[in-house]
C-alpha cells in the first residue's frame, strides 16, 4: 500500500524546547515530499516540501526538515518552539500508483509554557 | 494573491438529504482535488478535477460526486446524506500539470455535520 507513516501521534513539549516530528516513507511513495500543518479549526498550511536538490529543507515558521533516501524519513525539526506551534502536523508524498497526495495520520504538537 | 476559498464554512444537515459544497481555487490554477478528513480516517482523497475532467478518484461510494467548471471552480455533492458523513471537507488547487507532482494549496475546509 502506499504508506506515509508518522510515528508519533502526539508530542508534548515545553515552549523553546527544540523538537522533532518524524517522518517515514514507503517505497511506493515517491520522494515529493510535503509537511502541512493544520492548525485548529483551519484547513492545512503546506510548512515546506522536498521536490529534489539539497536534502535539507527549510520552510516557514522556523521549521526545517531533512530528507534522508537510505532512512526513507523526511522528519521535521525546529529548535525553538513557540506556543502559538500548537497544532496538527501532517506528512505527505506523491504516491506513485495513483498519482495523488498520500497523507501520514498526523501528529498533533502541544506545546506549555 | 487570494487563496483557496471553501464555502460555507459550516453546515448541518439531517440523514438523507443531499449537500453540496464550494472551491474556488487560487487564480490559475487549473487543478482541483478534494478530501474528506475525520478523526478515525484521517485525510482521504476524494477525486481530483482538471479542465472541467474528472482526472483521478479515491474509493468512496457513489454518492459522493462532484464537476469543475470553465473557470476552474469546483463543487462536490453528497447525496443521501449519512452520519457517517459528518468530517471536514479540504479542498486543494494546483496549477495541474498533467504528470507533474505538484504542490498543493488547502482551502480552509467546510464542516459538515449530519444530524
Known amino acids: 500500500a502506499q504508506s506515509v507513516t508518522q510515528l508519533d501521534s502526539q508530542v508534548p513539549v515545553f515552549e523553546e524546547a527544540p523538537v522533532e516530528l518524524r517522518c517515514n516513507y514507503s517505497s511506493s511513495v515517491s520522494v515529493y515530499l510535503f509537511w502541512y500543518v493544520q492548525y485548529p479549526n483551519q484547513g492545512l498550511q503546506l510548512l515546506l516540501k522536498?521536490?529534489?536538490?539539497?536534502?535539507l529543507v527549510k520552510g516557514i515558521n522556523g521549521f526545517e526538515a531533512e530528507f534522508n533516501k537510505s532512512q526513507t524519513s523526511f522528519h521535521l525539526r525546529k529548535p525553538s518552539v513557540h506556543i502559538s506551534d500548537t497544532a496538527e502536523y501532517f506528512c505527505a508524498g506523491w504516491g506513485r500508483r495513483f498519482q495523488k497526495l498520500v497523507f501520514g495520520t498526523g501528529t498533533r504538537l502541544l506545546v506549555s509554557p | 494573491k487570494a487563496g483557496v476559498t471553501q464555502t460555507p464554512r459550516y453546515l448541518i444537515k439531517t440523514r438523507g438529504q443531499q449537500v453540496t459544497l464550494s472551491c474556488s481555487p487560487i487564480s490559475g490554477h487549473r487543478s482541483v482535488s478534494w478530501y474528506q478528513q475525520t478523526p478515525g480516517q484521517g485525510l482521504q482523497f476524494l477525486f481530483e478535477y482538471f479542465s472541467e475532467t474528472q482526472r483521478n478518484k479515491g474509493n468512496f461510494p457513489g454518492r459522493f460526486s462532484g464537476r469543475q467548471f470553465s473557470n476552474s471552480r469546483s463543487e462536490m455533492n453528497v447525496s443521501t446524506l449519512e452520519l457517517g458523513d459528518s468530517a471536514l471537507y479540504l479542498c486543494a488547487s494546483s496549477l495541474g500539470l498533467p504528470g507533474q507532482r505538484e504542490t498543493q494549496y488547502f482551502g480552509p475546509g467546510t464542516r459538515l455535520l449530519v444530524l
Open positions: 522536498y521536490l529534489s536538490g539539497s536534502t
